[in-house]
């Protein structure tokens, strides 16, 4: 069932099904709630009230016009706005991509609420202690980086809404297991455009999602357009520094990590599973799939459904 639940001055879609300790899943870029849609009945299944939002900017939810409405504070008071409006006083915070440092954030910005927190492909990390372009800068020097290409708006919204079923085909394709890994980063002119030179998908639907899925997508990315889903890039100075504003920037609370092998954030942060570890003072579980790419709960649905529910048992008395 979906529902809408208010956070502030804008509205959240929220796909709600099952009875039990709640759950919250944070989708990423450029998604929706529908990337989840393999773990709903199951979770519903095996206990739990899932509780899926179109995050802010995407889908049914509402769609600020100010990029600065696109931190991660914001995003992680619209994950309580959802736990409060279904009257859950312990929830468990699960993100993916985009979704796991809201996640994350949750966990941090109210631990008392926050049960546990279980991320797919992004790690926890300290915040940076230089400026997004410093970084983009030093890491990416004189060559494209997609982050550094989203900052200007207008200049990424112009090209993925021009088609936007073939830009989300070539980006969903490019980031999963079935490319050469590094395919997202592999070197190119730093006035390259987002597709310029990314593989070109094989005819028919990709190997993780049929056609009617990827229109599913299409639909309301066509809608709602690029705005909202790139202003999340555009806040990342002060994302940084709110993380620095909760102190040790640690996570107390139990915590679960899955992804693949071939998971793109392991190639744009060394070290970062390893310096994770070093940040969860309860970590439960730590899983990396062989020969997975970025979308992990779409392109291994079943291995991140079994995942997901025994961390999900193994917290439950924290719930």
Not at 21 to 38: A, Q
Not at 41 to 70: C, I
Not at 267 to 276: I, L, P, R, T
Request: with cysteine.
């Amino acid at each position: 069932m979906t529902q809408t639940i208010k956070s502030g001055d804008i509205t959240l879609s929220v796909t709600v099904a099952g009875e039990g300790p709640l759950v919250i899943l944070m989708h990423g870029w450029p998604e929706l709630g529908l990337s989840y849609r393999h773990q709903i009945a199951p979770l519903a299944r095996a206990g739990y009230r899932v509780a899926v939002p179109d995050m802010r900017g995407y889908g049914g939810s509402s769609k600020p016009a100010d990029a600065s409405a696109y931190d991660i504070d914001s995003m992680a008071d619209d994950m309580a706005a959802i736990a409060r409006d279904l009257g859950a006083a312990r929830w468990v915070a699960v993100g993916h991509d985009w979704g796991s440092p809201v996640a994350w954030r949750c966990a941090q910005r109210f631990p008392d609420a926050v049960a546990a927190v279980f991320s797919l492909s992004v790690p926890h990390r300290l915040a940076a202690e230089i400026s997004a372009n410093d970084w983009f800068d030093a890491v990416y020097p004189n060559r494209f980086y997609y982050m550094r290409y989203f900052q200007p708006i207008g200049v990424g919204e112009a090209e993925l809404e021009r088609d936007p079923r073939e830009a989300l085909k070539r980006i969903f394709y490019a980031l999963s297991g079935d490319v050469p890994f590094g395919e997202w980063l592999k070197p190119r002119p730093i006035t390259a455009a987002l597709l310029d030179g990314l593989a070109v998908p094989p005819p028919g639907p990709l190997s993780f999602m049929t056609d009617a899925e990827l229109d599913a997508y299409t639909t309301q990315f066509a809608k709602g357009g690029f705005f909202g889903p790139l202003s999340w890039y555009r806040n990342w100075d002060v994302n940084e520094a709110q993380s620095k504003a909760y102190g040790d920037q640690r996570i107390h609370q139990p915590a679960g990590f899955l992804c693949g092998d071939k998971e793109i954030v392991l190639a744009m942060f060394d070290g970062v599973v390893e310096g994770q570890r070093a940040l969860l003072d309860d970590l439960r579980m730590e899983r990396i799939l062989p020969g997975a790419g970025h979308w992990i709960q779409q392109e291994r649905p079943t291995e991140v459904t079994a995942a997901l529910i025994e961390f999900l048992d193994g917290v439950r008395e924290h719930i």
